[in-house]
C-alpha cells in the first residue's frame, strides 16, 4: 500500500509538530524581539516541512531526494537557530532539548529517505533506457 498523501508521511507528520514548536517558542517575549533568529527559524522549519511534500509531489528519485536534501539541510539550520535561541536565554535548556530532539526525529526519517531513494537510483541497470 503506497502513501497517497503528504500528509501520511511520517516525516511531514514530526515536521509538522516541529514548525509548530519552533512557532511557540518563536513568540515568547525576548525571541520575538529578535526579528532575524525568530524569522529565520520560523524559515527552516516551514521549509523542512514543505520540501517534504514537495518531494512526495515529484516523479523521479532524483528529483525527490534533492527536496529530501534540502529538507534534511533546513532541519540542521533548525538545530542551529536553537543554539542561538539558548545562548541568548531565548529558551530554557529544557525548551532547547525538547525542540532539538524533535528535529532531530525528524531529520533521521528525512535521512532514511534519502539513503531509500539513493539504493533505488543506484540499484538502476547501467543499460536502462538504451533500447530494448
Known amino acids: 500500500m503506497g502513501i497517497d498523501r503528504f500528509e501520511d508521511l511520517r ?3 514530526e515536521a509538522r509538530k516541529l514548525t509548530r514548536l519552533i512557532y511557540s517558542l ?8 529578535d526579528y532575524n533568529l525568530r524569522n529565520q527559524s520560523q524559515a527552516a522549519a516551514v521549509s523542512s516541512m514543505g520540501n517534504i511534500a514537495e518531494a512526495h509531489g515529484r516523479f523521479s528519485f532524483e528529483e ?7 529538507s534534511h539541510g533546513s532541519v540542521e539550520e533548525t538545530q542551529s537557530h536553537l543554539y542561538v535561541a539558548l545562548d541568548q536565554d531565548y529558551i530554557s535548556k ?3 532539548q525538547e525542540a532539538y530532539d524533535c528535529a532531530d526525529v525528524v531529520g533521521r526519517l528525512v535521512k532514511g529517505s534519502i539513503d531509500n531513494l539513493t539504493k533505488q ?8 533506457g538504451k533500447g530494448r
Open 26 to 33: 518563536t513568540k515568547k517575549p525576548d525571541f520575538r524581539k
Open 11 to 13: 516525516s511531514w507528520q
Open 121 to 128: 537510483i543506484n540499484s538502476r541497470r547501467p543499460d536502462r
Open 94 to 96: 529544557e525548551e532547547f
Open 64 to 70: 525527490k531526494r534533492k527536496f529530501y536534501e534540502v
